[in-house]
């Protein structure tokens, strides 16, 4: 593997917290200028101090949203005006949903927050970003995705559906992102099951969760910063790994037909032409 840090701008959503915050420390430390997005401010703060410890310069913060589709047009707004070029987006900000939520919007928030949000973020800065790195999970498997209706888990609403349904959606995006963007890099990748505060307001789920075999964020955030700093010639665009790895998700996660079609929903979706 090729090391590629030290010379690149990283803006790293979800980065307050869990694998995006490790991922910071360890890019920031390496010497690449990490700009942080989050949505607590507290939370923000905290990781841009340790980055700013692990590196010694502080890193700019930037607060948005992912629930609110104009947070999100705001941050592509002032990212813009702050970068000729984003040589790295890592789109990391995630969320189960434990009960039904309906956004601002309209949608429901685990696809809105999971995916029409970065999939606005990455479109309204195409042009400045050079490579895209994409967490998605696993948990496509439990996916249930209809691009017609982006809304249907709110029928019958089960929070892993949810949730796996928007990792799906992850991966048909990355994988059509490099089909439309041949100049554009992108990856995707399983992190594993990391240890962050998934499933904190469910005594349930958190009880269910501490049956499975966690990994350390930074454990988690391996295979983002390996597809970060690899060189691109020797990946595969518009892939999904895990563990350092080339692997194939499931069929419905790699339906170039259903990437096309998810790809003009979204776009109708968050009001872009397509």
Same mark, same amino acid.
């Given at each position: 593997m090729e090391d590629l840090t030290g010379r690149r701008l990283v803006v790293v959503t979800g980065a307050s917290s869990g694998i995006g915050r490790a991922a910071a420390v360890d890019l920031a430390r390496r010497g690449d200028q990490v700009v942080l997005v989050g949505r607590d401010p507290a939370r923000l703060q905290a990781a841009g101090s340790q980055v700013r410890d692990a590196s010694g310069l502080a890193p700019e913060l930037f607060r948005a949203d992912f629930a609110v589709l104009d947070d999100v047009r705001r941050l592509a707004e002032k990212l813009r005006a702050a970068y000729d070029q984003i %040589? $790295? &987006? $890592?789109?990391?900000?995630?969320?189960?949903?434990l009960q039904p939520v309906t956004t601002v919007d309209g *949608?429901?928030?685990?696809?809105?927050?999971?995916? &029409?949000?970065? *999939?606005?973020?990455?479109?309204?800065?195409? %042009?400045?970003?050079?490579?895209?790195? $994409?967490?998605?999970?696993?948990?496509?498997?439990?996916?249930?995705? %209809?691009?017609? %209706?982006?809304?249907l888990p709110l029928r019958r609403y089960r929070a892993l559906t949810a949730y796996g349904t928007s990792k799906q959606a992850n991966i048909l995006f990355t994988a059509e992102a490099a089909r439309r963007w041949s100049d554009v890099h992108a990856h995707c990748f399983h992190p594993g099951v990391v240890r962050t505060r998934f499933g904190n307001e469910s005594r349930l789920v958190a009880a269910g969760m501490r049956l499975l075999p966690f990994r350390s964020p930074e454990k988690g955030a391996e295979t983002l910063l390996w597809l970060v700093n690899s060189d691109p010639a020797r990946l595969r665009d518009g892939a999904y790994y895990y563990n350092r790895r080339l692997r194939r998700p499931l069929r419905k996660a790699a339906d170039p037909q259903l990437a096309d079609r998810l790809w003009a929903a979204s776009a109708k979706a968050v009001g872009l032409d397509g």
């Open positions: %040589d $790295v &987006l $890592v789109n990391n900000a995630g969320a189960i949903v *949608f429901e928030l685990s696809i809105q927050a999971n995916h &029409l949000a970065p *999939f606005l973020l990455t479109n309204l800065l195409r %042009d400045r970003v050079g490579r895209m790195v $994409v967490t998605a999970s696993g948990a496509h498997r439990s996916g249930a995705l %209809d691009p017609s %209706d982006l809304n």
